[in-house]
């Protein structure tokens, strides 16, 4: 490391210890030249993943896009904004498991769509609507069923559905 005072490379570490949960590790550091002493944070280089998008186009993963779609699906649920990091967590780390720095939109929904089938089956529904863009009550009670037919909770109105 260069000191921040005059620019040496000569330095030795003098604590050093995690950080952040274990995510990087902090160390202070003793110039040699001039004796001032620094912290510096030693973190894993992420590799970014890219989204390739239903038209081909390709753009940065964004958890925050990620947070907001769960969101959105769980509102008004019983589900706690510590699940819903949760979630974003194992997704995150589920994508980032895979093969290549590329992942299709499709791969991500998929992943999305697990975990809210676990977590809730209402957001799941709400969040399957959306991502496979259902054109009629129709779609919404084939899903239902498929529910039904994987042991999630049953529906508290089965007259609703014609069960």
């Not at 894993?44 to 998008?53: A, D, F, G, P, T």
């Not at 699906?73 to 706690?80: G, N, Q």
């Amino acid at each position: 490391m260069r000191c921040p005072r005059c620019g040496s490379v000569e330095d030795k570490v003098i604590d050093s210890r995690p950080s952040k949960e274990g995510e990087s590790i902090r160390r202070r550091r003793e110039c040699l030249c001039c004796e001032r002493r620094f912290t510096t944070y030693e973190e894993i280089e992420q590799s970014e993943l890219l989204v390739v998008k239903g038209d081909g186009r390709h753009e940065l993963f964004d958890r925050y896009k990620l947070q907001g779609s769960l969101l959105r699906a769980c509102e008004k649920r019983p589900v706690s904004i510590k699940q819903i990091t949760q979630c974003i967590e194992e997704i995150t780390q589920d994508l980032e498991a895979g093969q290549g720095q590329e992942i299709s939109t499709k791969a991500v929904g998929a992943k999305v769509m697990e975990k809210l089938r676990i977590l809730d089956p209402i957001a799941y529904v709400r969040y399957a609507s959306t991502y496979r863009q259902f054109q009629g009550i129709g779609d919404f009670i084939k899903e239902i069923k498929s529910l039904e037919g994987k042991g999630a909770r049953a529906s508290a109105r089965p007259e609703l559905f014609g069960t």
